[in-house]
C-alpha cells in the first residue's frame, strides 16, 4: 500500500498526467483568423511565419522513489537548427544524440519566469521526443530538475493543466544519465 504524503496526507497515484502544453504560447496568444496562413503546425513542430521555429519537447522531473515525471513544452530554435532537428527526426540510421541551444517557449505555471529560458534541446531518437535540460541554474525549474521533486510536488505539476494545455497519457522519460 502507498504510504500517505507527509506533505498532504493524500496519496499521490504513480501514473499522473503530462503537464502537456499544446502549442508555443506566441502561437495560443493568436487569434484563430491570424493562424490560419502564419503557422505551420503538428503535434511536434511548430513555424510561426516562417520567422520563429519550435519543437516540442520533453523535460524530465526526477521523482523520488518513481519514474520521472514529465512536462512537455515548446522550445524555440533559430531556423538552421530547427531544420538540423528535422533532419534528425527522420534519420532513423542515426546514432550520436546531438544537442541545440534554444529557450523555452511556454509559461509554465506556478514557477518564475520560464519563457525564454534558456534550454539545452537534445535529440533523443528518430521519431521521439527530443528532451530538454534547464541551464540556468539559478531558476527553481533548473533545481527541481537536477535535485528532483516530490510526488506531492508531481501532483501539482498535474493539477495544472487547463484549456491551453492537453491531457495526455502517464509517460515516463529516460532517466538523465541514459
Known sequence: MDAACPICGQVHPDALPELAFR???AVEALEPDERDGAVQESDYFCALRGERYFVSAALGLPVAGRADYTLRAWAELD???????????EDEGRVDRPTFDAVLANAIPGL????????ALTVVGPAQRPTLRIMDAAHLLHAEQTAGITPHR??????????RLRVDA?????????
Open 154 to 163: 508531481a501532483g501539482e505539476y498535474a493539477a495544472m493543466i487547463d484549456g
Open 170 to 178: 502517464p509517460a515516463v522519460t529516460p532517466a538523465a544519465n541514459d
Open 79 to 89: 531556423e538552421d537548427n530547427f531544420y538540423r532537428v528535422l533532419a534528425f527526426w
Open 23 to 25: 502549442r508555443p504560447d
Open 112 to 119: 518564475p519566469e520560464t519563457t525564454g529560458l534558456a534550454v
